[in-house]
């Protein structure tokens, strides 16, 4: 049977059903082909394709002609999935206007159907007015990388009363100013359960526990194709790497030897052809 485009109207209809969201990140046209193919419901491109595609040490550095690049790579490998193309640093926090005129990039440039935005209450205003704009947000509370810096590391988020009223009060927030989807990023799973029981936004976990709405996880992390450690939230389903090491390396090995390329790796010319040639 045909898949058909997922819209956010599907995604809300798989929350009230108790259907789980599978979203997974991508940043070129082959990742992308690879989500199509397995039936990923959504496709998020990250700008932690700093750290995992540019070589970056933080998401940081990421500009948004990084972004609108790969997102139409993505969108190139997908029809079916849903699009989240993620705002980078400074995208957004200078003012709304600045704000609604990138996210608006991402749908124009892009194709993408949403956009990401990093951050609690405090973007509240900002979410809003993308929204009154037409292009739906998808918010992202808990360990937000961007903001790292200010966090003091990477760490779990929310652990303490006054830590989980925040997330809370700032879930609140988003949901009011007009998001449709919120990612967990690093919380409690009983507080991301919470909150799931209590928003219409579709809430998607990385390190946030089983009972949101969804889960999203980075490819690279999935398929080992890293050389960092895999993050304790992140499940590694194969190691490619070394795989991948290994084909280079009898490449090299055999192109060293001579052993490749062999005729069958090449194309062949008419001897009479050879014998009029003038060298």
């Given at each position: 049977?045909?898949?058909?485009?997922?819209?956010?109207?599907?995604?809300?209809?798989?929350?009230?059903?108790?259907?789980?969201?599978?979203?997974?990140?991508?940043?070129?046209?082959?990742?992308?082909?690879?989500?199509?193919?397995?039936?990923?419901?959504?496709?998020?491109?990250?700008?932690?394709?700093?750290?995992?595609?540019?070589?970056?040490?933080?998401?940081?550095?990421?500009?948004?002609?990084?972004?609108?690049?790969?997102?139409?790579?993505?969108?190139?490998?997908?029809?079916?999935?849903?699009?989240?193309?993620?705002?980078?640093?400074?995208?957004?926090?200078?003012?709304?206007?600045?704000?609604?005129?990138?996210?608006?990039?991402?749908?124009?440039?892009?194709?993408?159907?949403?956009?990401?935005?990093?951050?609690?209450?405090?973007?509240?205003?900002t979410v809003a007015a993308i929204v009154r704009a037409g292009i739906p947000v998808c918010a992202?509370?808990?360990?937000?990388?961007?903001?790292?810096?200010?966090?003091?590391?990477?760490?779990?988020?929310?652990?303490?009363?006054?830590?989980?009223?925040?997330?809370?009060?700032?879930?609140?927030?988003?949901?009011?100013?007009?998001?449709?989807?919120?990612?967990?990023?690093?919380?409690?799973?009983?507080?991301?359960?919470?909150?799931?029981?209590?928003?219409?936004?579709?809430?998607?976990?990385?390190?946030?526990?089983?009972?949101?709405?969804?889960?999203?996880?980075?490819?690279?992390?999935?398929?080992?194709?890293?050389?960092?450690?895999?993050?304790?939230?992140?499940?590694?389903?194969?190691?490619?790497?070394?795989?991948?090491?290994?084909?280079?390396?009898?490449?090299?090995?055999?192109?060293?030897?001579?052993?490749?390329?062999?005729?069958?790796?090449?194309?062949?010319?008419?001897?009479?052809v050879v014998a009029k040639l003038k060298i």
């Open positions: 049977m045909q898949r058909k485009k997922i819209t956010i109207s599907d995604l809300y209809q798989m929350k009230a059903s108790g259907e789980k969201v599978t979203m997974l990140t991508a940043y070129d046209y082959p990742g992308a082909v690879a989500c199509e193919r397995a039936g990923v419901d959504s496709v998020l491109v990250g700008d932690s394709l700093g750290n995992v595609v540019l070589g970056m040490d933080s998401t940081v550095p990421v500009t948004m002609d990084d972004m609108i690049r790969h997102c139409q790579a993505v969108r190139r490998g997908i029809a079916n999935p849903f699009l989240i193309g993620d705002m980078p640093f400074l995208s957004y926090q200078v003012s709304v206007a600045e704000a609604v005129r990138n996210a608006g990039r991402f749908m124009q440039e892009a194709g993408c159907d949403c956009v990401k935005l990093e951050g609690g209450s405090e973007m509240a205003d992202h509370i808990g360990l937000t990388p961007q903001s790292v810096a200010m966090l003091g590391g990477y760490k779990v988020q929310g652990k303490d009363l006054a830590g989980a009223q925040k997330l809370i009060d700032s879930a609140k927030a988003l949901e009011q100013a007009g998001a449709s989807m919120i990612v967990f990023e690093c919380i409690p799973s009983a507080l991301a359960a919470a909150i799931t029981k209590s928003t219409t936004m579709i809430t998607i976990g990385i390190g946030a526990g089983p009972d949101c709405d969804g889960q999203v996880l980075v490819y690279h992390d999935i398929l080992g194709l890293t050389t960092r450690k895999t993050p304790k939230m992140a499940k590694q389903f194969i190691n490619l790497l070394p795989q991948i090491e290994q084909a280079v390396d009898d490449y090299v090995r055999e192109v060293k030897a001579g052993a490749f390329p062999e005729d069958q790796h090449g194309f062949a010319m008419d001897k009479s």
